[in-house]
Structure formats: structure tokens, C-alpha cells
């Protein structure tokens, strides 16, 4: 049950208020990236790579410039002259802008055409697709052969490099791991693949660079999760071609999705840059659709092996992964510094595992580099895949009930805060009464016994648990930065005359609502209605300074950050009161909206009252003025969590599957807008199913994409989607302001193991363990195939 | 995704059309719905000089039973098949494959005519006008002429249509009375083209028997494909799962499917097996009225 401290008319936490930011979305007056029109702007498109691995043999761009309206054609070469040619990744690593020699993925950026049109463009960039000549060489596709010894080394441009080995990072009690393992009674072990997906936005990336010459200015309009970022990215990349901060604007529009897409810079962006630098002119670049999903980060493909130990009686004793990490040509994650694999290490879950070891290598292939944090938190989704599938497979080993597994290893109530194996403090967390709630809510008992009749019958039908625990709100700052910039988040919040406001904040909202839950925030903090409270976010010229927004962190960060500034300006409201009422300060109370005079309710202050006064008739040797700035350093992360429960209906002829149920609680603490939290849940989930069922980037033996279009690389859609059951458990987070933890991204990462469960469960009385997602109908039919149920 | 240039023409009549195509030469091509030329031009598959839309022509979008058939004009939408309360009754297979085509934005625009001049064997009209055993009337500039549509898919993505003609109308025979059809489909996700598909049209005789019936199959091979010898173990049957699933092996038998990302040869043949089945039993129940 939700209470709320403030009346509907002030619409603070717990209301549903309806989303400010629709009124224009739901009408199409959204201004994205691509509806942006400056005067003279030029349009760039990018001729790109046929293969995976080659060498560029020649580049002739006379076809494409004699075509009318052509007016550059930018090679690596060109860029090599301002030293633009390689940037580096978030990672520290190295990418190419645009290649001088080698090409290393299919649909790399090989050059750029500048034209005054977008289809002259695009028609220059066919020409020059036929005027770049290739020696095609034979790629690294497989990352398990990436460190054969026969296996060309794909990057000899870093000094030192011999082999296509990245980096190998572990956590953990290696010796206590390898002994609770060799002391275990039980052990389970399976190969867990995770495979490499898209984050598929709506709106592709882009943007509109445009340099004043001038004032020497840049201002670009981009598709970033991370506008501060960005600018001093460019600052520090370009600050010897004479652009500094301050002269560089970025401003960040609409968003149509970014999901973790939208947090790296791709090529795209400095070529534009460079140009309209170059030329004094305004640049467009939108991507088109095959080369935002061809080219563009990917996430996830994590090659897991995952062991667990356990007693007889089912008491977990030790956990370890070993995993191998396919990061394309170069390591262009989006993850914290410190952390290379993100937050992987959340891997023992919502388990009171003693004893866990992990360790990861990664490798250089022939693919696109990336491995964005998809909705996912930094790597959660692969952490918690791991741990909830092996926990049934577990539950199949010892003939337990999968639920009753998970309730006797639950991390207990009262053991919270909890130090877990791999080193995270969970701040808070309640298991439990989450799945026992699932449970009721499907029907758990009955969907056992009607699927020990089916399975009489020779029908088949799974239900699969996921009781995921998320790690989100990065993050402290002794811990977390992001090329050396600590990933605090802030808020600037002023109070006008009457009474109403205007916040601005480093985040920026991609869909998630900022508009609606920052004012409500506000409004609860000081009683001003959230509808006379204006969001801003996304233009650094105006925007106090902050990380973005992903893995969940705005709440948690810009959030905590927003109630802050509102105490600060509460602090100064009181005196002002204090001043009007001719009390103490001590003497006042606050209820949401007003002080009052202890034991004297009507001798009230408005905090309009106060607005005003602060600007009109403010104390003698007090500032003017009414108005706050917070930089939110949180004290630890946040740990959301849930319990799912999916009900899986398996054709046993045509292996067709159908979701015939599926049941999320969801815990993320105190909730601020209990309809936009429903709405990213059930827009998670759908995200949950599409890798656990659909989605996958495949590529042939010689890394050409087999599925580079919509048309096979499978996003559900309303169809595909069951009617979502939802429900909540309230755990506030201790350490949080408002008691508040991140939500977006516990569907993403809490659906895919309740499909592949349920799925297996489905199978399990065939002696099936494990399926790899994406759990296709050819998947499942190759098994009962297998197994002679078809023949 | 940005097609090279073209120039957009817009006939107001069917001659002009054929005028236009002639005129225009090869590189022209006819627009209806889009919803298959309009993608190939966006990859540059397909870089006609000339688009010559015909969805501007009055009176080509009809849907009227005539002279004993089901008369489709070339412009029909498919949205309009879907919401026609006597379609839904008396042509169940049309109304069934109209609501497996890709989704309803595309159903909204795209074109029964257009599903079947593209020739595309992974389209779902061409299996269920083989079952219907439909005739498509062409249009060219000596005049009309008609094409069994045993004869009208002719090579991979290839129709008996040549240039400067317009298939004009598709006939569907009215069926009689005891008749039943259905089209069952597995497909990755809505929208996709078919793993496989089976179009079942059959009509009963008053003892019960299976006295016609007609069976397409969708992506199974080069050409949507008739599964004769299937048909022809039915005519005459008393509707049996055996006899089914014995022509369900008939269907396989027809099928030359290729390995892809919907999945394998062997698979695409088990579905074809099992749909067949299933469809014949609803195209039963339905004749029967049960259904």
C-alpha cells in the first residue's frame, strides 16, 4: 500500500500523476535530433565496410565528388592530419574514426560524404562503396579462437600487444572457492551463453554539429544518454585542434530510447564534428536503421561456465564462473572504470552463498566493439542469468521444488546490510514475502499439478521463477568515475517570485519520465505542485554538471540529489518564515507546502508566501533570492529486487511457445510515481523476453551480419507480449533520502531467467538442464527431436 | 535506407498505366500498397526509374461475387478483406491468410494484387489462391487476357505477367455449399514471413466424403506450391486423421525447403506435416459448420 504525504493538488511521491512529458509525445511534437534545421546545413552519410577483416587497398573518391552537391568525401587519411583518426573508448581503449589501413568489422565506418542533400549523399556513398578497393583477409569470429596460436593478431597498433587477449579481471576467494567446491556434495555445472543483442532503439543515433567560426563556438545536437560527458570528452579528445569547454555545447533533445545505446561516441559523431569544424557549416548525421543495428555497441555475448555447490539438503556453499568476453576489435564498453566486467560480481544473487569466485577474459574479434550497458545495469542481466538458471539446474539435480530451493537460500531479512562473497553490501532487501507473493498470484500449487497431468497427457508446459536481486544508482564516488569523472549526479532547483519552479539536472530522460518524477520529487520536498514545477535536462549550457543517465541512477543519484537541494532551500525557507512570523525558527513546523507556529497551526507561512518574500521582503543581511544546487554523492548503491514467475505453453508437434502467464513483483523501495514505475516494468519485461526468445546478432564464419534488418533481427512486439500481472513489495532503501532505489532495469534483467526456467522446466522430465536463449520454437524442436518426442 | 532517384507517375486510368509502362521501358515498375517495393528500393535491391502508381485509379478496388466469383480488384487492401463480415463467413482461408500477413500498418496498405505480382514464394496469397484454385485476370495493351494460377508463378520470384501488363483482378470460384477453408502458419514473430504455412480449401459431399480440395504451401520451395498428389488422396475420402496425417506426409513430400535462420529443412518439413493436419481438420469442422 502506497501512502502519500501531500494532496493530490501538490502531486508528490506516490501519486500517479499523469506524465508531463506526454503532451507532446502522444501528439508527435517531440523535437529529436532529426528535426533539428539550421540554415545552410549540410547532410554526412558514411560509405562502410563489406567485410570483417581487410585491408583497404585504395580509396578513389572522384566518382563520388563529381556527382552534383558532393562536397567532401573524409577518409582515415584526412583525419590522421588533425590526429583524429583513433579516439579513445570509455574503457581506454583505442577506435578508429575512420580507418587509414585496416578494416576490422562488416559495416565499419570506411569514409564520409558531405553533401547539401540527404539523397545526394546517400547516392555518393553507393559510388564510393564501389570505389574502395579490398584485400579481404580470413576474420576472428569465434571467440574461443581468438587465443589459438595460429589466430592473426587483429590489433598491432598497441604497443607490446601479441596475442588478442584484453584484459583478465577476477573477484573473489579463489582457495575457499576451489576447497567449498572440492568439500561440496553436490555440484552443478553448465555452459551459459549469453548472446550478443542490440539495444535497438527507435530513433537511431545522430546528430547536427554546427561550429560558429566566429565566436569559435560548437554547439551539437546529439542522441546522448550523457550530454556533460560528451562535451568534456570532445574537450579533451579535440582540445588541440582549439576547441575548449567552454565554447562546446552539447545539447541533448528528445531521445527515442537509448537503453545504454547512446552512452558511447561512435565515429559518426567526431566525423561530423570534424567536418563542420572544418567547413564552418552545420552537419547532419542520422544513422539509417541497418547501421545503427549493424554498426553500432552491442551488449551482452558472455561465454559463461557456471558451477555451484551445495549441500545434500540443498544449502548453496560456493558459486564460480568463468567467462569469456567476445568485445568485437576494440573495448568500447560503457562501464565505470573500475570496473571492466560492471557489476558482474552481483553474481551470487539473492543467495547466501559463503564462498564465490569469478573471472573473466576478454578477447578482440571481428565484430562491432561495444558491450553497452542494455538496460542492464553494467552487466547485471549476464550476472543474474547465471545465477538463476544454475539455481534450477540445481533444484533438477536434487529433485527440489525450485521455489523451495530459493526460499531455503534466501539472503534473510535479517541479515541485511549483507557483506556478500564477492564484496557488495546490499543495503536492504526482503525476498521472500516477494516470491511468496508471486506465487499466490499464479496460482503456484495448482500450475504444479496441472502440469503433472499434462505431462501424463504428453503436454508440455514449464513455469519458470527468477528471484533476481539488482545493483543500480552508480555510484559512490571512492568507487565510481567514468574516465577519472566520479559519477556523482546533481540538481539545481530555483524558486520563482510565485512561488512556482524551475530544476535542472545532469541526467537526461530518455523515456523514463524525468519530467513527471523529478517534480514530484520537488513537490514533495516543498509542497509546490509538481505541475508548476519545470524540468529541464540535457543542455550543458544551462544544466548543472552530471553523468547521464543509465543504469538506473537517475532516481538514485539526480534523485537524492533533487531532495537535497530541496532541503537547502527548505533550510532558507524557515528562517524567511521565521522572519515573517516574527518567531524562532525553532518554533516553526513543516508539513508539505507551509510552516507553522508550534501549537498555533493558523499562523502559517505558504511556501508561495516565501517565495515571494524572498524576492520582495527577505530579512535585513539575508541573500535574495530562493535557490539551491546539490551534487549527490551517494553513500553506496541501491539493490532493487523482484521475484518473477513465467507460465510457458510448449506445442509438442510444432514446438511453438506461448507465455500463458507471467507474474512480476517488483521491489525498488519507496516509489515515486507508481504508473510510470508499472509502465517501465511492463516496457522492461517485454525488453526481458525479446533476448530470452528472439533477439540475437548472428554472424557467418566470415562475419557478414545474417540478420542486419528488422525483418530477422526479432524485436516483439504487442503481439508477442502476454498481458503483464504486476505487483510490489516496498523495502525502502536505508541510506537513500527518499528511500528510493532505481526500477528501469530490474524487468530487463529479471525476465530472461524466468523464460529460459520455464522453458527448461518445460523439458526437464526429458533430462534437459539447460537451453541457451534465445529459446526459438527450432531451438525446442531440435530437442524433442532429440529426445523422440518428435519423430 | 535512402532509394536512388526516381521519378513518381500517377495514371489516372488502366490505360494510361500500360501507356506509361511502355513508355518507361524496363526500369519502370507498377506501385500499389509498396509494402514489398518500397523496402527492396530502400536497400537498393530494386532501383526502378520510373514508379507508376496506380493506387489513384477509381473502381480497382472492388471485393463483389459475380458471374459465379469472388471478384478481388488489384487495389483491394488487405485491411478492407479483414473487416467484411461476409468474407469472414464464406471465404474463412481468404479472411485467415489476410490476418497472418505482416501487421496491421502494413495490412492497412498493402495489396492483395501486390502480394501476388511480386511472386514472392514466402507470400501468403499465393498458397491460398492455389488452394482456391483462383484465376488472375492481366491487363496489357492488347487487352485482357486470363491466367490459371497454376500458370501464373513461373520462376523464383517470376509471374506469367510481362512487361507493360498489369495484373488486373483476381477470381476466386464461389465456393459451394459444405465447403471449408483455413491457412496455419508458424512464423518467428508477427510480421515475419512464414517458417512454413499450409493454405487448406476443400468442399464436401453430401455423404460426407471429401469430394474437392486444394492444398498450397507457403516458402517451401523456389514457387508457392501445390501439393497434388495430397489433393489427390483426399478426393473421395471420408475425412480420417489417418487420412490425414497420411497427406500430411504427401505435403512433406511436395515441400523442398532450404536451411535458414527460420530454421532447418527437416524442421520446415515437420511443420508442413503437422500444419497440414491441423488445417485439414479445421477446414472439416468448418465445412461441417461446426466451426
Redesign the interface.
Known sequence: MIMCKTSKEIGGMGHSLKRKEDARFIRGLGKYTDDVQLPGMLYM?IARSPFAYAKIKSIDKSVAMEIPGVLAVITGEDLKQYNLHWMPTLMSDTQMVLPTDTVMYQAQEVAAVIATD??I???AV?ALENSIEYDSMKPIIDPHKALDADAPLLRPDKDGKTDNHIWHWQTGDEEATEKAFSEAEVVVKEQVYIPRIHVASIETCGCVASYEKAEGKLTVWMTTQAPHAIRTVIALVAGHVGLSEERIRIISPDIGGGFGGKVPVYPGYVIAIAASFLIGKPVKWIE???ENLQADSFARDYHMTVELASTKEGKMTGLRIKTLADHGYTDAAANPSKFPSGLFSIVTGSYDIPTAFTEMDAVYTNKPPGGVAYRCSFRVTEAVHAIERITDVLAQKLGRDPADLRFQNFIQKDQFPYRSALGWEYDSGDYAPALRMAMDMVGYEELRKEQAEKRARGELMGIGISSFTEIVGAGPSKDFDILGIKMFDSAEVRIHPTGKAIARFGTKSQGQGHETTYAQILAEELGIPAMHIQIEEGDTDTAPYGLGTYASRSTPTAGAAAAKAAHKIRDKARKIAAYLLEVSEEDLEWEPGKFFVKGAPERSKTIQDIAFAAYTNHPQGMEAGLEATHYYDPPNLTFPFGSYICVMDIDP??A?MKIRRFVAIDDCGNIINPMIVTGQIHGGLAMGIAPAM?EEL?YDDDGNI??G?F??Y????S??TPNWETGHTITPSPHHPLGAKGVAESPTVGAPPAVANAVVDALSHLGVTHVDIPV???KV??IL?EKGV?S | MIPPTFDYLVPATLPEAIALLHEHGDEAKVLAGGHSLIPAMRLRFAEPSHLIDISHIPGLDYIREEGGFLKIGTMAREVVLEDLPWISERYPLLVDTTKMIADPQVRNLATVGGNLAHGDPANDHPATMLAYRAEIEIIGASGARTVPIDEFFTDFFTTALEHGEILSEIRIPIPPVLSGGCYLKVERKVGDYAAAAVAVQLSLAADGSIEQAGIGLTNVAALPTRAVNAEKALRGQQPSDALFAHVGELAADASSPADDLRGSAEYKLTLIRELTQRALRRSVERAQGRS
Open positions: 552519410d540527404r539523397y549523399a546517400a547516392d553507393q539509417d536503421r541497418s508437434k510444432t511453438e528472439y548472428i545474417l540478420n534488418t525483418m530477422d526479432l524485436l516483439p512486439t503481439v508477442e526459438t520454437p527450432f524442436w531440435q527431436k518428435i
